[in-house]
């Protein structure tokens, strides 16, 4: 098991720029793939991105390609997102979440694919 801890959300206005972080601790992180999804009130947990173990490859939702941008540090155990030319639309809780078994597919995007999962951070894009 892996615990995650996401920092970094906060109110930003439209247009804005904030960078979410996500501390991974209790296995090896470079072995897993990373993942971070969202969730608005009253909605379903959404997909957002993924990274491959190494980091050499990443793949977004539509709706946030361009935007957002998925990195991660194996040497600080910490994956990030970073996310420019907010909208409204974008506010949620946002969460990370590590892959269920070492070197996982990259092609992940359900949430049966991640077995770790933070608390979240909120995101609010005011207009």
């Known amino acids: 098991q892996v615990q995650l801890v996401e920092s970094g959300g906060g109110l930003v206005q439209a247009g804005g720029s904030l960078r979410l972080s996500c501390a991974a601790s209790?296995?090896?992180?470079?072995?897993?793939?990373m993942a971070w999804f969202r969730q608005a009130p009253g909605k379903e947990r959404e997909f957002v991105a993924v990274?491959?173990?190494?980091?050499?490859?990443?793949y977004s939702a539509d709706s946030v390609k361009g935007r957002f941008t998925i990195s991660r540090d194996n040497a600080k155990n910490t994956v990030y997102l970073q996310m420019n030319s907010l909208k409204p639309e974008d506010t949620a809780v946002y969460l990370c979440?590590?892959?269920?078994?070492?070197?996982?597919?990259?092609?992940?995007?359900?949430?049966?694919?991640?077995?770790?999962w933070g608390q979240g951070t909120q995101v609010t894009v005011s207009s």
């Open positions: 979440a590590a892959g269920r078994v070492p070197y996982g597919s990259i092609t992940s995007r359900g949430e049966p694919d991640f077995g770790s």
């Open positions: 990274i491959s173990w190494t980091g050499t490859t990443t």
């Open positions: 209790g296995r090896t992180f470079s072995k897993y793939i």
